[in-house]
């Protein structure tokens, strides 16, 4: 913590290049407090491979300090179609021998990297969600803060319809989300929830006609800056934790929140 009460970031490590983002399919703009990263293979609909769930880790451990909102966008018709299906050739050699549980378990737990970051509580992630949001691009999604969604939007957990299970920390925050009921239909009949249900649902916060997506998501942002950045940490930090408390954890939790916001605000 710092005097103020903020959470202070590790040293950022080095900020993956250009090159090296463009080859696993990703973009990152940053400009001052706000980091934009694009999921950047059109053509393929955004489809994502090992490299983009590296990159996306590899982002979340460079942001420059100053980052307080990340923006999440997709280029081209669809956020993304989910993992790259040529991953699956060859039998899926590339997540396993077979042989080695502990091996994949550190494998797939490299690639949740690339998810787990954007819950930080030192910035607040939106997902700006137009077009398709498939498997892991539903999760990706689901990892955010925050959806706002185009009125084109379609969410969905395909998954189990492939013999998987949804593995990239997305089961979490569906079911914090919608609840086991809804997120078991959702799951294992891997249906479209378009727009308006995902609204309905609280998969997305916003709702917006498609060429208003860039606007609904710019105007967030100025009102998430406008915000105080240690009383955002804080209070990121408090409602994430207040589901697992029981009440008096979570007012205990608020009290130590708030001895730090009145340290930095009246220095007491
Ligand atoms: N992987 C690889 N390539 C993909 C892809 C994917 N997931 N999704 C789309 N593409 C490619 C297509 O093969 C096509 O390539 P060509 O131009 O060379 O033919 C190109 O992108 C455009 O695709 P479409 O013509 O199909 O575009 P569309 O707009 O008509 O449809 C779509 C878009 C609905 C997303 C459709 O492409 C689709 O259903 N894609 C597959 C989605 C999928 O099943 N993803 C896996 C989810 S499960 C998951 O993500 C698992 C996990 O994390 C572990």
Redo the contacts with the bound molecule.
């Keep these: 913590m710092t005097d103020a009460g903020v959470e202070r970031r590790p040293e950022p490590v080095r900020v993956p290049g250009e090159a090296e983002l463009a080859e696993a399919g990703l973009r990152l703009d940053v400009d001052g407090a706000v980091a934009t990263v694009t999921l950047n293979r059109p ?3 955004n ?2 491979t090992f490299a983009t769930w590296r990159g996306l880790a590899a982002i979340g451990r460079s942001l420059p300090s100053d980052v307080r909102v990340v923006v999440l966008k997709g280029e081209g ?2 956020f993304s ?7 699956f050739s060859g039998g899926g050699e590339g997540f396993s021998d077979g042989a080695d549980a502990e091996a994949t378990d550190r494998f797939i737990a490299g690639l949740q990297e690339g998810y787990t970051w954007l819950r930080r509580p030192d910035i607040v992630t939106i997902a700006a969600v137009h ?2 949001a ?6 990706l999604a689901l990892a955010c803060d925050l959806r706002v969604a185009a009125d084109d939007a ?1 969410f ?4 189990p ?2 013999g ?1 299970v ?3 920390t997305g089961t979490k925050p569906l079911v914090e989300i919608v609840g086991v009921p809804r997120a078991l239909e959702l799951c294992l009949t891997a249906r479209t929830v378009l727009a308006d249900e995902a609204a309905r649902l609280g998969l997305a916060e916003i709702v917006v006609p498609r060429d208003g997506l860039d606007a609904a998501v710019a105007d967030l942002v100025t009102a998430l800056l406008a915000v105080n950045p240690g009383a955002a940490v804080a209070t990121k930090r408090l409602l994430w934790q207040a589901p697992e408390n029981t009440l008096e954890e979570q007012c205990a939790a608020e009290r130590r929140e708030q001895i730090g916001r009145l340290r930095e605000l009246f220095g007491k």
Excluded at 81 to 87: K, S
Excluded at 134 to 139: A, H, K, L, P
Excluded at 156 to 159: H, T, Y
């Design positions: 053509e393929r609909r489809a994502m018709p669809s179609a989910g993992i790259d299906l040529g991953m077009g398709h498939i498997g892991g691009g539903f999760q379609k969905c957990m395909k998954e319809a492939l998987l949804p593995d990239l």
